[in-house]
């Protein structure tokens, strides 16, 4: 694939995680997104904690994360969306629960709409 495939490539799925993040937040009263550009901003931090810090803290959790069945990673996704909530201005999240429902909520939304942020490519 040639560069200036990839870039459209990531450029749009920035878009749809943009419009999947509008989406989870119309539906839940605990997340809120100022508008558009903020949902794409933090459509980009979110894959790119998902590249850089989630797997150093996938790595550093491994005994809670196998006494807990791997539920914990549950938690360690929260808490990178409270991150970028703290970072991102425009994006408030209510609470730690918020944060776990906003997490499950965003993952069914990309599932459907067929993005990958911060994944490996197809």
Known sequence: MSKSNEALNIILQLILGGIAILIAQYILPGVHVSDFLTAIVIAALIALLNITIKPILIILTI?????????????????????????????????????????FVLSIINSLLGVSLGGTSR
């Open 63 to 103: 005994p809670i994360t196998v006494l807990t069945l791997g539920l914990f990673l549950l938690a360690i996704n929260a808490l990178l969306i409270m991150l970028a909530a703290a970072i991102v201005p425009g994006f408030e999240i209510d609470g730690f629960w918020w944060a776990l429902i906003f997490s």
